[in-house]
């Protein structure tokens, strides 16, 4: 584990704050209130100050990524709306976010120190997140764009498959730890593919097909993609049978196929996915604005508020990477894809490191989702694969979303703390050196 | 397990490699394809989202083009003088390119060259915003004004004026008519495409004509080139037999035993064809005039300019009968009304012919100097005592015939034309400059058949001259002009002004002009700031014969 980030934690900053000055200086946008900025950089700052000190195995270079990415997502936030009438302080309310999200990593850090604890509350847990999901559907919840992603506590609006996901992938981790073994151990075959008892093959499939369910009927197409794709993943990383991640992918075809022909909004994503040009100033306005901005940036980009990327509808939440494209070029969408991958590469040495078979799981489940969400939405606005609404992790605007993911960086801190303190002293210090070169 | 995790891991990032490989292809295989995509319109707006530098006349405070900023934060282009200088300005669409001095210096305009200041180097460096820089041109808006209502009130309304300083060559009015209104050509370019009149068509640059008795001064340079006197005599008997051709005076005329200043004064056909033939030569003819522009593409001239032309037949194949119809500027002869101002402009210049020039100034938007051409002799056209004797020829053709173009207080000198054409009336050709003894100001007006130069042509050029002289403090102010009217006014016919009348050629395929001009564009250019699909020098909907009305089929008529 990398103990130290202090040299990417100041880069992180440094990025964020030429960002700044550029869009102030040379666009002369109105600067926001700089207080904003000096929180901003203060909470990352203490942020990682307090992990040092409370987790001192912890990698810390999870939190210089967490910094950049939030880092270039508040600049391109603040890009996007300093001058658009009606949201003009988004990035003041993402630095808040921020704030709030810091928060509740300190909390993870502080509270959850020992977060085997939390395995023994997996049905708890389970429960709590199909509960949050379903809130959507009482009168808490409202519809936006046609999906009823949304619940409206007091003065506060939010999105609660963000935090249910998490609730459930350490579900699936510690249920899957406890009975891995058991997995194996099965008579009965379907199509060649030997099934466990139901006993224990049930309340997996049970958790997974209410909290699909609710999200399909929510509308939410993105988050049900991951809410499929991840307890898949774990299945196979527990048990290892390609089996069983061929039959889900089947089972997820049928299942396609079945929404598309049910609902009429999912068809409109595919044929908007497989030919936007036919349509380009009503279905397909959004994909075709998107793919033109990221062609406009070329190699190099258009440069920072150089682009035109506003005139794609949504542009700050799900294609702020389209506007990152456009005006950082290949080159800036290249160097943003490549410190995601760190963060990925992080959690999964996170996972490789850790001791136990729950604390594998769940970093592994943790990164594994934030893999896919980074992938399903830069493949979405790219149109590699039909476009699902869904954030860039840390940097799309989105209160619930960002504390969200604080809390998932969180709990791979915690894991990492716990699988730094328990590896042998020479092994860590050949890992550290190994991530060191890595990141170099 | 960790062999799971690995492969997943393996598997992850296999995808965020893909990921760029994926932007890689949409950013750059594929970039320039979508940029202009007819559904993308993010350039267009790149090209709005900046001002376009001014284009100003030259008296440095007329606008002629300003960029002004809509509420949406793009920039419309404004042509606050309109029609009268849509030949010079041209227009700026963003859907159909652009003309005139708006592509032709593009690159000052938009801001887009080499970063000439460092406040430029800077914002191009940082990708800041970058007006454009201003442009003053060398036209006098006075002029150009004389000029555009002159051929707004000629007989057929079709024609154009060019007036430059001999000295300098500095372009002082240019004027195409009819023309259009360059603001809102987004919303009118359909119809002026279709307008049969070809209003976006730049008649002074890109028509070509033939030039009729004009001509004649070309063929007067060479025939005194080659030791001709004005005091040496010739004799007429009305006509001029070649093999297979004969030359007519014009209303069949015999004018008997005249002098050679006396063949340019009645503008006598079959003396220019006699003395072409016996005196002068194919080369030396052919030579004359390309020293005077000929055949020049003006490339560094910023409107497009087609070259004029003495056909395609190359001199040395040239009958008797070629250069006979080719020495009164009749027969294959194409020329432009801009070449016979830089003839005129030579001729007043001691025969050296002067860079023309449009562009007096290139400022960058807070002021500073960035280019300021200076003028420069592009070629010697005649050595100048020949240009004097021709010049004094010219003045004498206006003195001694008491024509119409006199302006009381100054010398004048000039030549008409009555140039037979395949679409109608002949096209009404002048040519002059003045004062004669030391020219301020050489024009060139050309109506379309508008019948005799004197008729059309020459009260417009007389009127051009008298508001350039008067506004210079040559003339007084209250100048009284013999019959100065600014309109064209039928005056009693002259002798100075005749008409060719001739057989018809032993090469027809001669008598109409061949068509240097190319296929008018299909395709508008989207994007004025890219290169465009179309040359810039050619401008949308050209017609393939000047001065033809469409429909009319084009009549073989006898050229001569």
């Known amino acids: 584990m990398a103990q130290r980030a202090s040299i990417p934690m100041a880069l992180a900053l440094i990025i964020t704050t030429l960002g700044f000055a550029t869009l102030i200086f040379v666009q002369e946008a109105k600067s926001p209130p700089l207080i904003y900025g000096a929180y901003y950089a203060g909470t990352m700052v203490l942020l990682y100050l307090g992990v040092r000190v409370w987790l001192p195995h912890a990698d810390t270079l999870l939190l210089a990524i967490v910094t950049l990415l939030t880092g270039i997502g508040l600049v391109m936030i603040y890009r996007l709306t300093y001058e ?80 249910a996901r998490i609730a459930l992938v350490v579900f699936f981790a510690s249920y899957l730890a406890d009975t891995r073994d058991l997995w194996a151990a099965t008579s009965r075959s379907f199509m060649g593919v030997q099934l466990p008892a139901l006993k224990y093959f049930g309340p997996v499939a049970l958790v997974w097909a209410a909290s699909l369910g609710l999200l399909v009927f929510e509308k939410d197409l993105g988050s049900s993609l991951l809410f499929f794709a991840v ?70 980009g258009a440069g920072l508020g150089e682009g035109f990327s506003q005139t794609i509808p949504e542009v700050q939440t799900d294609f702020i990477f389209s506007t990152i494209a456009s005006e950082l070029g290949l080159l800036g969408a290249t160097a943003l894809i490549l410190a995601f991958l760190i963060f990925v590469y992080r959690g999964m040495k996170i996972a490789l490191l850790a001791q136990d078979d729950g604390s594998k799981l769940l970093a592994f489940g943790l990164t594994a989702m934030f893999a896919l969400q980074t992938l399903i939405i830069v493949g979405g606005v790219t149109k590699a694969i039909p476009l699902t609404g869904i954030t860039l992790p840390f940097v799309s ?38 991530a060191e070169k890595v990141t170099a | 397990m960790n062999a799971h995790l690995r492969r997943t891991f393996y598997f992850f990032a296999a995808c965020f490699v893909s990921l760029v490989g994926i932007l890689a292809y949409w950013q750059v295989y594929v970039q320039e394809s979508l940029a202009n995509d007819p559904s993308n319109s993010l350039q267009s707006r790149r090209v709005q989202a900046v001002p376009r530098g001014l284009i100003l006349a030259g008296d440095g405070e007329t606008e002629l083009a300003r960029s002004e ?153 060479a025939a005194l080139k080659e030791g001709v006197e004005p005091s040496d ?116 210049n001691d025969g050296k012919l002067m860079d023309p020039r449009l562009v007096r100034e290139v400022r960058s938007p807070d002021g500073v100097i960035l280019d300021q051409p200076t003028s420069s002799v592009r070629q010697n056209a005649l050595d100048e005592e020949t240009a004097n004797t021709l010049s004094d020829m010219m003045e004498n053709a206006i003195e001694d015939e008491e024509s119409t173009a006199r302006i009381p207080g100054v010398k004048v000198a000039g030549k008409t034309g009555t140039a037979e054409n395949p ?76 008409v060719p009348a001739t057989q018809p050629a032993p090469q027809p395929q001669n008598a109409n002009p061949s068509q240097p001009f190319r296929a008018p564009s299909q395709s508008p250019v989207r994007n004025p700031n890219q290169p465009p699909s179309q040359p810039p020098n050619q401008a949308p909907g050209q017609p393939q014969n000047p001065g033809q009305a469409p429909g009319q089929p084009p009549v073989q008529r006898p050229g001569g």
């Open chain 2, 233 to 348: 005599k010739f004799k007429d008997d009305g006509t001029y037999e070649t093999p297979g051709y004969t030359v007519y005076n014009y209303k069949a005329k015999s004018y008997g035993e005249v002098t050679f200043q006396e063949a340019i004064s009645k503008s006598i056909n079959t003396i220019f064809a006699r003395v072409a033939y016996e005196y002068v030569g194919n080369q030396t003819l052919s030579q004359t005039a390309y020293d005077f522009g000929f055949g020049d593409t003006y490339e560094d001239f910023p409107l497009p300019v087609t070259p004029s032309s003495l056909g395609d037949i190359p001199p040395e194949q040239w009958a008797q009968g070629n250069i006979a119809q080719i020495s009164f500027g009749q027969g294959p002869v194409t020329s432009t009304v801009f070449e016979m101002a830089q003839v005129a402009g030579a001729l007043a």
């Open chain 1, 397 to 434: 605007y989105g209160g619930s979303s960002v504390v969200g993911n604080f809390i998932l960086t969180g709990l791979l801190l915690v894991v990492s703390e716990n699988a730094g303190k328990q590896q042998p002293a020479e092994e860590d210090k050949e890992a550290g050196y190994a």
């Open chain 1, 84 to 163: 658009v009438p009606g949201v003009e302080n988004l990035a003041t309310t993402q630095a808040i976010w921020i704030l709030v999200g810091s928060g509740a990593l300190m909390f993870v850090v502080l509270f959850f120190r020992n977060y085997q604890k939390l395995f023994a509350y997996k049905y708890l847990l389970a429960l709590a997140a199909v509960v949050l999901v379903a809130m959507t559907f009482t009168p808490l919840g409202y519809e936006v764009n046609g999906a009823r992603l949304w619940l409206k506590l007091g003065p506060v609006n939010l999105q609660p498959s963000e935090f």
């Open chain 1, 231 to 300: 307890p898949l993943l774990m299945l196979y990383a527990a048990t290892g049978r390609m089996a069983y991640v061929i039959l889900g992918t089947l089972l997820f075809a049928v299942g396609s196929y079945a929404t598309y022909l049910i609902f009429p909004h999912v068809q409109t994503r595919v044929s908007a996915w497989l030919d936007p040009w036919s349509d380009p100033d009503d279905t397909g306005f959004q994909i075709t604005q998107s793919i033109f901005n990221i062609a406009d940036g070329g190699i190099t």
């Open chain 2, 69 to 221: 900023e809509q509420d949406n934060g793009t920039y419309e282009r404004v042509y606050p003088e309109g029609s009268p200088y849509a030949g010079i300005t041209g227009y700026w669409s963003t859907r159909y390119g652009a003309s005139g001095i708006e592509i032709g210096e593009n690159n000052n305009l938009s801001g887009n060259g080499e970063p000439e200041t460092l406040d430029e180097l800077i914002n191009q460096v940082s990708g800041g915003p970058q007006a454009g820089n201003d442009i003053e041109l060398t036209l006098d808006p006075e002029l150009q004004r004389a000029a555009y209502d002159g051929l707004a009130a000629s007989s057929t309304g079709r024609g154009a004026a060019v007036a430059l300083n001999p000295k300098n060559g500095e372009i002082l009015a240019l004027v195409s008519y009819p023309s259009y209104d360059p603001n809102n050509i987004d919303e009118n370019f359909s119809d002026l495409i279709e307008d049969p009149d070809q209003p976006l068509y730049n008649r002074a640059t890109q028509g070509l004509y033939p030039p009729g008795s004009t001509f004649k001064v070309i063929t007067a340079a």
């Open chain 2, 423 to 498: 679409t109608g009336d002949p096209h009404s050709w002048f040519i002059s400059f003045a004062p004669a003894d030391d020219p301020e100001i050489a024009v060139a007006v050309m109506v379309e058949n508008g019948n005799e130069g004197y008729k059309q042509a020459l009260p417009i050029a007389r009127r051009m001259m008298e508001t350039y002289l008067k506004s210079q403090g040559e003339l007084p102010i209250e100048s009284t002009t013999g019959g100065g009217s600014t309109t064209p006014q039928p005056a009693q016919p002259q002798n100075g002004s005749t």
